[in-house]
């Protein structure tokens, strides 16, 4: 059973930085790309930033500059490095994982719980 599992959230002032990391298990096969994710209420979910298995990275333009994103792939882990963090960086932000469940290539998205970034000003 799959499962994503974030860590690293918290309340932090702003200009400050915080690392979430997303840690996976259950994984039988491989992962395409990872990511993170936000979500204020009310809001949609939004892309943060994305990493493919290769390495290559996407960023939202809001954070470019001051979030990197990175991965593991022997340990199926993935981290966000938030610096100079904004009061509008405040969300629930959340793991994704594009997970290979089977031998024939077939993904299927899995998401973490959850965790809760507070920048006050």
């Known amino acids: 059973q799959v499962q994503l599992v974030e860590s690293g959230g918290g309340l932090v002032q702003a200009g400050g930085s915080l690392r979430l990391s997303c840690a996976a298990s259950?994984?039988?096969?491989?992962?395409?790309?990872m990511g993170w994710y936000r979500q204020t209420p009310g809001k949609q979910r939004e892309l943060v930033a994305r990493?493919?298995?290769?390495?290559?990275?996407t960023y939202t333009t809001s954070v470019k500059g001051r979030f990197t994103i990175s991965r593991d792939n022997a340990k199926n882990t993935v981290d966000l490095q938030m610096n100079s963090l904004k009061p509008e960086d405040t969300a629930v932000y959340y793991c994704?994982?594009?997970?290979?469940?089977?031998?024939?290539?077939?993904?299927?998205?899995?998401w973490g719980q959850g965790t809760q970034v507070t920048v006050s000003s």
């Open positions: 994704n994982a594009g997970v290979i469940i089977n031998i024939r290539g077939n993904e299927y998205p899995f």
């Open positions: 259950g994984i039988t096969f491989s992962i395409n790309a």
């Open positions: 990493i493919g298995y290769g390495g290559e990275t």
